[in-house]
């Protein structure tokens, strides 16, 4: 069976008594109309009906797909081209196609009341929404909207055959560009021709990039937005790339390697620390772990490799209780992933926490996105870091907070190492996991030599 199909019967299994409309969004103009941006389906109707024109609404109606689209005219295919085939595309997707028009009429035929959606991030979406509906979208409960939202991300969550192949597909294409990457760099270059290198691999085969790259030398910034800085001797570069395949899948890969082609000491030894919390955390991901334990172990190895190198002092267990790592590691250990690079956070925490959980508001836990006990099929990421944020370590209070278990002199040497993150995308399996994003260096002299500048 198609994939697509596979995935709406499973849909009306466990959601049988409800018709679901979904969008698939709009074309959002970037300064008028006739100049938009590229357009980007909603995740949830790529999930169920692939890649369609803008404008495309699908009724979910007990296994059957109603897809609504508007025509192409012929003054529109003189500019554009004709747009798909209607019939081929009713065979290829098992669906019934309707003209955008009847869409008000079908809805009053099935009886507006009774349909379920979910929330379109598109505005103009969202809006036309609300009107055929006659409601605002409610996740909250047990409404029909909420319980879509559950049954979709129990599907969601454990990917199917196809989904794992086009994951594999985008962490390979994110592979190379972070390779291509670290080959590009060198003293004296700017970040943004390693940029155009990582865009490079992923536009030569089809790709786009599933979030906005972070490339930069200013690894502290957790998000840093600008590219372009310049690469000088002694500088870590820190690159926070994903590819994403035209049918919507991410990938979502960090490395940190040095522009020179050698770390410092006082780098390699932050790096080595990072690199041994995520081996400690990947080797955790298994089904049956809880997330938050995967981050904790995280914690625990930061907190352990930290007090070796002077900068924390005490128990490791002791710092992570009282979130000490966190001065240094402030984010959650990563998240789900899909057709989005955070999975269904559209939902909120509905996806990332399983019922009956929800955010700690401790220091160390509050950015945790995930805390679901692991099944096979999920997908996730592991990212532990280590960052010097002024904003966090020159802040008097914490200062004080942590006067006793911070050695802040040896700290301010550290100052130097900015920020390092290593990122890779792991499956869960029956057994374990796969490393979805094989083939990158790891040791700190497998990155140097992969690093450009070095030559
Ligand atoms: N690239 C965003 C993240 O790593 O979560
Ligand atoms: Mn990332
Ligand atoms: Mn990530």
Excluded at 193 to 211: I, K, W
Excluded at 424 to 453: I, K
Aim: net charge negative; hydrophobic share 40%.
């Amino acid at each position: 069976m198609h994939p697509l199909v596979q995935r709406r019967a499973l849909l009306a299994k466990r959601f049988p008594e409800t018709p679901v409309l979904l969008f698939n969004g709009s074309e959002r103009p970037r300064n008028y109309p006739g100049n938009p941006y590229p357009f980007r389906p909603d995740s949830h109707f790529l999930y169920f009906c692939g890649v369609l024109p803008p404008g495309a609404v699908v009724v979910l109606d007990g296994g059957e797909a109603h897809l609504f689209m508007e025509p192409v005219t012929r003054d529109e295919a003189v500019w554009s081209g004709p747009g798909p085939d209607w019939a081929e595309l009713e065979r290829a997707l098992q669906a019934r196609i309707h003209p955008r028009m009847e869409l008000e009429a079908f809805l009053d035929g099935l009886g507006r009341s009774r349909l379920a959606t979910l929330p379109s991030q598109d505005p103009a979406a969202a809006a036309e929404q609300s009107r055929l509906l006659g409601r605002r979208v409610d996740l909250e409960g047990d409404s029909p909207d909420g319980l879509l939202a559950r049954a979709v991300i129990e599907l969601r969550l454990r990917h199917d055959p196809a989904a794992r192949e086009e994951l594999r597909r985008v962490c390979a294409v994110t592979v190379q560009a972070h390779l291509d990457g670290m080959a590009a760099t060198r003293v004296g270059g700017d970040e943004a021709e390693v940029l155009a290198a990582m865009m490079s691999a992923c536009l030569r085969q089809g790709f786009g990039t599933s979030f906005q790259p972070i490339i930069t030398v200013s690894g502290e910034r957790l998000h840093q937005p600008h590219v372009g800085g310049l690469l000088r001797e002694g500088d870590l570069l820190l690159a926070d790339f994903g590819a994403e395949a035209a049918t919507g899948w991410a990938g979502d890969v960090t490395n940190t390697w040095p522009v020179s082609g050698t770390y410092t000491p006082r780098q390699r030894d932050v790096y080595s620390v990072v690199l041994e919390a995520h081996r400690r955390a990947a080797a955790r991901v298994q089904p049956g772990a809880r997330y938050r334990e995967v981050h904790l172990e995280a914690c625990r190895a930061t907190a352990e490799g930290l007090v070796d190198l002077g900068l924390l002092k005490g128990d490791p267990e002791d710092l992570v209780e009282r979130d000490a790592h966190a001065l240094f590691f402030p984010h959650g250990i990563g998240h789900l992933m899909g057709l989005d690079v955070h999975d269904m956070e559209d939902l909120g925490d509905r996806a990332g926490y399983a019922p009956g959980r929800t955010r700690s508001t401790r220091f160390g836990l509050r950015w945790l996105r995930l805390d679901r006990d692991l099944e096979e099929g999920f997908a996730v990421t592991i990212e532990p870091g280590f960052y010097w944020i002024p904003e966090l370590l020159e802040d008097p209070g914490r200062r004080q907070a942590y006067a006793d278990c911070v050695d802040w002199d040896q700290v301010e040497r550290f100052r130097e190492v900015r920020g390092i993150r290593i990122e890779r995308d792991y499956l869960v399996t029956d057994s374990g996991h796969e490393l979805l994003t094989p083939g990158l260096p790891d040791e700190p002299e497998a990155v140097e030599a992969a690093v450009g500048g070095r030559s």
